[in-house]
Structure formats: structure tokens, C-alpha cells
Nanobody, 128 residues
Framework: QVHLVESGGGLVQAGGSLRLSCTASGLTFSIAAMGWFRQAPGKEREFVAAISRSYGRTDYADSVRGRFTISRDNAKNQVYLQMDSLKPEDTAVYYC?????????????????????WGQGTQVTVSS
């Protein structure tokens, strides 16, 4: 059974930083494509960042590009989201997602329906 567990959320002032972690179990992490999504109250879940299973290729939503950084540590079965220069509009529940198979080892997935597994989410609140 696959489990994704997020951690690192919390309350931070605008301009501050947080680092989210996601620990995966029950899947072959080294060949899984990973992503982060977020959902604010009353809004749909949206793409934030993604990383390929190999070669470290990344992609970001325009709203976070240059402020957020996604990375992974295959030895620890973990994916991270470093969030800097946080804004109140970044307030949301952040979800980790995994896709076990990839078209190629450098392929990046940015759509919700492309992911097989989801974590329970971690709340990030940015105060103004």
C-alpha cells in the first residue's frame, strides 16, 4: 500500500520561508515522478511544482516560479518543496503526489489526473 506523508507546514509571515517534506512508502520511489499541488478554500486544487524521476528536471507554476524549489532525495524516499518569499496568496493546503510510471525518465507531469497517489496534505498559512 502506498503512503505519502507531508510535513513542514505552518504559519509564517509574508516574506518568510517554509520547507515542506513528503515521505513516500510502498512504491519504488526512485522511478516515481513527483509533484506538489495546493488547494485554497473555495478553489480547485492547482499545480505548484513537479520533478522527473531522473535527471532532476523540474517545472513550476508561473505564480511560484523563482520563489519555490522542488527537489528529491531518492535514498530517503523524500521530495521537498522549499518555499521562499511567501505571499498571503500562497495560503493553501499543500499536497504531495506520486506517479509510479513515466513516459521517459525525464518526463514531468503537471496535471492532477496524471498522478496515481496523494498525501493527506499540510496546511500553509501566510499572514500579511
Amino acid at each position: 500500500q502506498v503512503h505519502l506523508v507531508e510535513s513542514g507546514g505552518g504559519l509564517v509571515q509574508a516574506g518568510g520561508s517554509l520547507r515542506l517534506s513528503c515521505t513516500a512508502s510502498g512504491l519504488t520511489f526512485s522511478i516515481a515522478a513527483m509533484g506538489w499541488f495546493r488547494q485554497a478554500p473555495g478553489k480547485e486544487r492547482e499545480f505548484v511544482a513537479a520533478i522527473s524521476r531522473s535527471y532532476g528536471r523540474t517545472d513550476y507554476a508561473d505564480s511560484v516560479r523563482g520563489r519555490f524549489t522542488i527537489s528529491r532525495d531518492n535514498a530517503k524516499n523524500q521530495v521537498y518543496l522549499q518555499m521562499d518569499s511567501l505571499k498571503p496568496e500562497d495560503t493553501a493546503v499543500y499536497y504531495c503526489a506520486a506517479r509510479q510510471s513515466s513516459v521517459t525518465s525525464s518526463y514531468i507531469y503537471t496535471k492532477r489526473h496524471e498522478y496515481d497517489y496523494w498525501g493527506q496534505g499540510t496546511q500553509v498559512t501566510v499572514s500579511s
